[in-house]
Nanobody
Framework: QVQLVESGGGLVQAGGSLRLSCAAS????????MAWFRQAPGKERESVAH????????DYTDSVKGRFTISRDNAKNKVYPQMNSQKPEDADRYYC???????????????WGQGTQVTVSS
């Protein structure tokens, strides 16, 4: 059974930092590109950050560039976003996703976690 379990969500002050974690099981973690998405109520799920199988290539949506950093530890089957300089608009539910086939966007990901909520106070 494939499971992606997010953790680390919570309340952070605007300008503060938060690191989320996604623990993967039931799959060969190093064979999957990983990504973080986020979704607010009534809005479409949007990509935040992507990291390649090896961790050597990353990509970010424009709104988080320079503030968020995605990384992975294949030995621990974990992927993280380090989220610095948090803004109120970063308050969303964050989802971990795994991609084996390649490609970007929601429809290209094979497995999803249930998400973890991030709240940003101003």
């Amino acid at each position: 059974q494939v499971q992606l379990v997010e953790s680390g969500g919570g309340l952070v002050q605007a300008g503060g930092s938060l690191r989320l974690s996604c623990a993967a099981s039931g799959l060969t973690f190093g064979s999957y590109a990983m990504a973080w998405f986020r979704q607010a109520p009534g809005k479409e799920r949007e990509s935040v950050a992507h990291i390649s199988w090896s961790g050597h290539s990353t990509d970010y949506t424009d709104s988080v560039k320079g503030r968020f950093t995605i990384s992975r530890d294949n030995a621990k089957n974990k992927v993280y976003p380090q989220m610095n300089s948090q803004k109120p608009e970063d308050a969303d539910r964050y989802y971990c996703a795994a991609n084996f086939k390649g490609g970007y966007g929601v429809r290209h990901y094979d497995y999803w976690g249930q998400g973890t909520q991030v709240t940003v106070s101003s």
